[in-house]
C-alpha cells in the first residue's frame, strides 16, 4: 500500500500542467515551451531541479538564438556594405532566470537574455584600410573549360573581402577550406608527381598563385610555398604556389601594422587579385615578373 501510495505521487509529480509552462521569447516570437516538471527531479515534496537536463535545455536553446556576426565587405561594385551584430545565449543570465521561474510559481513567459557578437571588421576600419593598394597580380585562364572555371570562381570567392590583422598569418587552405562536391568543387586536372590526372578542386591553384605574386609584391612575409612538381601556364617559371587539402599549404603573415585587405575577382578568362591596406604604411614593394615577361 505503502508503494502503491508513493507511485501515485510521482506520477502526479510527472503529469505537465499548462499552469507551470514557461514560454521563452526571442524577437518578439515564442521559440520553446517548457514544463517546470520536465527538469525536476520525481521526489515529493522536494522540488530539486536536473541540471543535467538544464544543460542540455541550454545548449538547445544556445543553438536556436545563435546569429553569426558578419563584417562589413565591398561589393562588386566597391561600396561598403555595413557589418551586422550577431548574438549568442547569455548563459549566465538565462540560468538565473530559470531558476527564478523553476522555484516560483505558475506560468511564466521570458524573453531569451543575449550577448552581442560584434564582428571584426567595421565600415569605418574598412574605409581606412581600402585606400592604398600595395600589391596586385593578374593571371589568365581557358574560360571555357567550365569545371576549372567553377573551381577558380569559388575559391576567388572565398578569399575576397579577407581581413588580415598584424601580426596574423593567412593559410590558404584554411580560408579556402576543403575542396569536396558538397561544396560544390567539381573535377578538373591536377598535377600530381609531375603527371596530370584528374582532381576534385582542379584549377584553385591558379588562386593560390596569382595571391602569392599579389602578397609577394606587397611586401607581405611569405611562411610556406611550394612549386608544383611541373611547370605551370599561368604564372613563369617558379612564381607558382601548389596547395593541397592533404599536403601543402600557402601561407603568408602580415608584417605591417595596419591590416590589409585581400580583393580577388574573376573577370572572364582572368582572374585579379588586389592587396590593400591604409595610406600610413610605407611598403617596400618587391619586383615580380608578370606572365608576359
Known amino acids: 500500500m505503502k508503494f502503491t501510495g508513493l507511485l ?3 506520477m502526479l509529480v510527472q503529469q505537465p500542467t499548462n499552469q507551470d509552462v514557461l514560454t521563452l521569447i526571442d524577437q518578439d516570437q515564442p521559440i520553446m515551451t517548457i514544463d517546470r516538471e520536465e527538469l525536476v527531479f520525481p521526489l515529493p515534496d522536494t522540488p530539486l531541479m536536473d541540471l543535467h537536463h538544464l544543460d542540455i535545455l541550454t545548449a538547445e536553446l544556445s543553438q536556436q538564438v545563435y546569429m553569426e556576426p558578419r ?12 557589418e551586422k551584430l550577431g548574438y549568442q545565449l547569455d548563459k549566465s ?11 516560483g510559481k505558475g506560468a511564466k513567459t521570458l524573453t531569451v537574455p543575449k550577448r552581442p557578437i560584434y564582428p571584426e571588421v567595421d565600415s569605418e576600419l574598412l574605409s581606412r584600410i581600402r585606400q592604398q593598394a600595395i600589391g596586385y597580380y593578374v593571371t589568365y585562364f581557358n574560360s571555357y573549360n567550365a569545371s576549372r572555371t567553377n573551381n577558380i570562381r569559388k575559391s576567388s570567392e572565398a578569399i575576397n573581402n579577407y581581413v588580415l590583422f598584424p601580426g596574423e598569418s593567412f593559410s590558404f587552405n584554411e580560408v579556402v577550406g576543403q575542396r569536396t562536391k558538397q561544396r560544390g568543387y567539381l573535377p578538373a586536372p591536377i598535377i600530381v608527381r609531375g603527371e596530370l590526372s584528374e582532381g576534385i ?9 596569382t595571391l602569392f605574386n599579389a602578397v609577394d609584391r606587397a ?17 613563369p617559371p617558379g612564381r607558382d604556389a601548389t596547395v593541397s587539402w592533404y599536403g601543402p599549404d600557402f601561407v603568408f603573415m602580415n608584417i605591417y601594422k595596419h591590416p590589409i585587405l585581400i580583393r580577388s575577382k574573376v573577370i572572364g578568362g582572368s582572374v585579379a587579385i588586389l592587396i590593400y591596406t591604409s595610406d600610413d604604411v610605407n611598403v617596400e614593394h618587391t619586383q615580380v615578373p608578370s606572365i608576359y615577361q
Open 71 to 82: 563584417n562589413a565587405y565591398l561589393d562588386e561594385h566597391g561600396n561598403i556594405q555595413p
Open 8 to 10: 501515485s505521487i510521482l
Open 219 to 235: 611586401g607581405l612575409k611569405i611562411v610556406k610555398r611550394y612549386s608544383h612538381s611541373k611547370r605551370v601556364p599561368y604564372v
Open 93 to 103: 543570465a538565462f540560468h538565473t532566470l530559470y531558476q527564478s521561474y523553476f522555484y
Open 201 to 209: 578542386g582542379g584549377g584553385i591553384c591558379q588562386v593560390s598563385s
